[in-house]
């Protein structure tokens, strides 16, 4: 196997796969006669669903990167680490505020509709976020410049549908926020305690004990404040981030003292524990929700990623088996750019006013239906890389 610090294909399988699934999961939730198993479950529901998965899994993966992307910039003399966490943090926070927003986006008194102002947005987003490395510095100030101003003035024209609101506003922080939130924390985390195993895990149990406190009603007293908190929310998303980087310091460890089978011990044994701690406390703290970012709904979710992953860092990293995931590769490698693409797609669809033929709009045709678009999705950020539209934050 190559150096421990070079680029972990298991993760990219990982993420290409979480990243496929994501898609499918977002495109089949408005399509009737469907395994209602493939779905979230519902808000009040004791319940888990596929979809329900995916977004833990996902801040899991999050957590896995960490370790092995500073490590390998520290090792290149790269020494402005912080600024690209909160820069890095920043950038997903902002763009999962305006998501939010598109959620109440008012097209009955707007000047634009929605579907103009929300591929325009993406399209501000693109513009500010392309990687701009192997381009002249002048080319990429003035297209930056384009995509700020066109964010300014999508923002300047924005109209709500909340009562009491008019303007954009914090309705929650989106899915790209709260995964921004969970990145600042956890990378300052890993960073200012050198990767110290026992630190990383001190923090992970410190945010399995925060959701639970929370949920037990020990932490009301922060209801008024608690969604503007640094913690940006009840420590859930900060739990399955920190559970990814445990295992990451672990991997590390092991393999430089060439241990790494015991990876595999310990992974399906914490998995084991969070199995029976989440449905021991599925009885006392609202049920698998996560609608609700329920404690078992962390705890299974966590157990789940955690034995996912240690199949794909067998099969990857140490059978060498990774050809069959190369056709979603760009989902593992270009997940940003893969993330936003749909948010183009989406809009343009409404334009058109064309509809799918009712086969493929129900039952299985719709399973097909997203199966396809998912790949099609895929494949256009890979065309997209391959042309030099890719983005980085």
Not at 57 to 81: Q, S, T
Not at 358 to 381: N, R
Request: hydrophobic fraction near 50%; proline fraction near 4%.
């Amino acid at each position: 196997m190559k150096n421990i610090l070079d680029r972990i294909r298991s993760i990219d399988a990982f993420r290409a796969v979480t990243m496929f699934l994501m898609i499918f999961v977002n495109d089949l939730d408005g399509v009737p006669h469907t395994p209602r198993w493939l779905k979230h479950a519902g808000e009040n529901a004791d319940a888990l669903g596929l979809a329900d998965t995916i977004f833990p899994a996902f801040l899991f993966i999050v957590g896995l990167a960490i370790p092995f992307a500073f490590e390998n910039r520290l090792r290149r003399g790269d020494h402005k680490i912080p600024f690209r966490i909160f820069t890095r943090s920043f950038a997903l926070i902002v763009i999962g505020f305006y998501h939010a927003n598109m959620e109440t986006y008012n097209e009955a008194i707007a000047v634009l509709p929605k579907p103009v102002w929300e591929s325009l947005l993406t399209i501000s987003f693109f513009f500010i976020f392309l990687d701009y490395s192997k381009v002249p510095k002048w080319r990429c100030y003035l297209y930056r410049g384009i995509g700020l101003v066109l964010l300014a003035w999508m923002s300047a024209i924005y109209k709500t549908t909340d009562p009491g609101q008019t303007w954009l506003h914090l309705t929650w922080w989106g899915i790209l926020g709260l995964i921004g939130w969970a990145y600042l924390v956890c990378s300052l985390i890993y960073y200012y305690s050198n990767g110290v195993l026992w630190v990383q895990a001190a923090a992970w149990v410190f945010f399995l004990l925060f959701n639970l406190d929370f949920h037990f009603g020990m932490l009301d007293f922060l209801s008024g404040v608690q969604k503007y908190m640094w913690i940006a929310g009840n420590g859930a998303m900060q739990a399955f981030t920190m559970a990814g980087i445990v295992v990451s310091v672990m991997y590390m460890r092991l393999k430089q003292n060439n241990d790494v089978k015991l990876l595999w011990i310990g992974m399906i044994l914490l998995a084991a524990i969070l199995f029976n701690l989440g449905f021991i406390v599925r009885f006392f703290s609202g049920g698998i929700s996560k609608a609700h970012d329920t404690p078992s709904w962390v705890f299974i979710c966590t157990g789940i990623s955690l034995v996912v992953y240690a199949f794909f860092a067998f099969l990857v990293d140490f059978k060498g088996k990774y050809n069959w995931v190369k056709s979603i590769e760009p989902a593992g490698t270009h997940t940003f750019t893969c993330y936003l693409v749909p948010y183009i797609f989406y809009p343009m669809y409404e334009m058109t006013n064309i509809g799918y033929p009712e086969y493929l709009s129900e039952g299985t045709g719709g399973l097909i239906k997203c199966f396809i678009f998912s790949f099609a999705m895929i494949w256009l950020t890979g065309l997209l890389g391959r042309i030099g539209v890719k983005l980085k934050i």
